[in-house]
C-alpha cells in the first residue's frame, strides 16, 4: 500500500513538473514548390528556455514580452500534400514547461526525411536568465538578451546581436557578434569570427578562418592558418595563427602576438609586448613598456614611447632592425650585426658608438652600447644579416 501511494505522489509530480504548451496550434498550407506544417504556442514566463533540435534553424529575439511565444515551420519540398503530411508525422515537436525551465524540442521519430527542414522562431522576454541552443545542423539567430547564452550547432552560421554573456560554438560556419555586454566564448571548426563591439572579454578559436574583432575588454585569440585584426582593446590582449597576418590596434595592457609565418602589426600598447613570427616583417609602435620581439627573416621597426620596466629584445635572422626612441626614455642600448656584409649601425643618439671588427674582404661584426637619459632597462638589438637604425623620435 505505502509503494503504490509513493508511485502515485511520484506520477502526480511528473505532471506538475510538464505542464504542455498554452494555446497551440497547427495548420498545413501549400508554399511554392513544397508544404508547410506551421505550430503556434506560447509558454508562460520563466527563469531558463532550452531549444533543442535535430535539424533546422533557431531564430529568438528578446523584447517586452512576459511570455514564450514560438512560430515552427516545418518544410517538405515536395508536390504531394500526403508524403508531406507522411515526413510532418516523423519529425515530433514538443513544447513544455519542466520547472523553471522551458522545453521546446525537435527530433525525427523515425529515419531522417529527405528534402526537409524546419524554421523555430521564438519572442522571449529579455530578462530571461539562462538560454540554450542546439540544433544538429542548422544556423543560429539571436537578438536582445540579457541573461546568459549557449548556442552550438554542428555546421551552421550563428549571428548575435544586442546579448550578454555568451558561449558559442559551431562545427564550421561563422560566427557573427553585433553587440556584447558579457563575456564572450566563440569557436568554429573553420568559419570565420566577426566581433563588432564587446564590453568584456573575446575568447575566440577558429580551426582555420579569420577573426576580426572591432572593440573588445580584453582578447584571447588562436586561429589555425587565417589572419587576425583587433582595432582596439582596453585590456590585454593574446593572439595566434598558423600562418596568417595579424593586426592590432590601440591596446591598453600587455600584448602577446605569434604567428608561423604571417607579418605583424600593432599600432600601440600600455603594456610589456611579446612578438614571434617565423619570417615576417614586425611594426610595433607606440610601445610604453617594452618589447620582446623575433622573426625568422623579416625586418623590424619597433617605437619606444615609455621606459621599459624589464629588460627587451629585438631580433631577426635576416633583416634590418630599425627603432625609434623617444627623447625621455630611460633605457641601456646594446646593438649587434653579426654578419656585416657592408651593413652598419646607424644612431642620432652620440652617446651610442658603433664599432665594426673583422677584415677588410670578408664579414664584419659591428656594435654599439651606451645609456640614454641616465640608463634603465637593457634592450638588445640584433640581426644577423642587417643594418640597425637607431632614431630619435617623437614624444
Request: one cysteine or more; a neutral charge.
Amino acid at each position: 500500500m505505502k509503494r503504490n501511494r509513493q508511485f502515485a505522489i511520484a506520477m502526480v509530480l511528473a505532471v506538475i513538473a510538464v505542464v504542455p504548451a498554452l494555446a497551440q496550434t497547427s495548420r498545413i498550407y501549400r508554399d511554392g514548390n513544397g508544404w508547410v506544417e506551421e505550430i503556434t504556442g506560447s509558454l508562460p514566463a520563466v527563469r531558463s528556455l532550452e531549444v533543442t533540435t535535430d535539424i533546422g534553424n533557431i531564430n529568438v529575439n528578446g523584447g517586452s514580452d512576459s511570455e514564450i511565444k514560438f512560430v515552427i515551420k516545418k518544410h517538405s519540398y515536395t508536390s504531394s500534400e500526403e508524403s508531406a503530411r507522411k515526413t510532418f508525422q516523423q519529425f515530433g515537436v514538443t513544447a513544455n514547461r519542466r520547472g523553471d525551465m522551458a522545453v521546446i524540442e525537435g527530433s525525427w521519430d523515425e529515419g531522417r526525411g529527405r528534402r526537409f527542414n524546419v524554421d523555430f522562431q521564438l519572442s522571449v522576454p529579455r530578462s530571461l536568465q539562462l538560454i540554450k541552443l542546439s540544433s544538429d545542423g542548422g544556423g543560429i539567430n539571436v537578438n536582445g538578451l540579457a541573461g546568459r547564452l549557449e548556442a552550438e550547432t554542428g555546421g551552421g552560421e550563428v549571428h548575435l546581436d544586442d546579448v550578454a554573456a555568451s558561449l558559442v560554438e559551431t562545427g564550421g560556419g561563422g560566427i557573427n557578434v553585433g553587440s556584447a555586454n558579457g563575456e564572450l566564448t566563440l569557436k568554429t571548426g573553420g568559419g570565420s569570427i566577426k566581433v563588432v563591439n564587446a564590453s568584456a572579454k573575446v575568447s575566440a578559436e577558429s580551426g582555420g578562418g579569420g577573426i576580426w574583432v572591432g572593440n573588445a575588454g580584453s582578447a584571447e585569440i588562436e586561429t589555425g592558418g587565417g589572419s587576425i585584426k583587433v582595432d582596439k582593446c582596453s585590456g590585454a590582449s593574446r593572439v595566434s595563427t598558423g600562418g596568417g597576418t595579424i593586426d592590432l590596434g590601440d591596446v591598453n595592457g600587455s600584448v602577446t602576438m605569434e604567428t608561423g609565418g604571417g607579418s605583424i602589426r600593432l599600432s600601440s600598447a600600455k603594456g610589456p609586448v611579446r612578438v614571434e613570427t617565423g619570417g615576417g616583417s614586425l611594426e610595433l609602435w607606440k610601445l610604453y613598456n617594452g618589447v620582446r620581439a623575433e622573426t625568422g627573416g623579416g625586418s623590424i621597426t619597433a617605437e619606444l614611447v615609455g621606459s621599459p620596466q624589464s629588460p627587451s629584445a629585438l631580433e631577426t635572422s635576416n633583416g634590418d632592425l630599425n627603432i625609434y626612441i623617444a627623447p625621455d626614455v630611460r633605457i641601456n642600448v646594446q646593438a649587434e650585426i653579426e654578419t656585416a656584409f657592408g651593413h652598419k649601425i646607424n644612431s642620432d643618439f652620440p652617446e651610442l658608438k658603433a664599432v665594426c671588427e673583422g677584415g677588410d674582404y670578408g664579414p664584419k661584426t659591428c656594435t654599439a652600447s651606451g645609456s640614454l637619459n641616465g640608463g634603465g632597462q637593457v634592450i638588445k638589438l640584433t640581426t644577423n644579416m642587417g643594418n640597425i637604425n637607431i632614431r630619435r623620435g617623437k614624444r
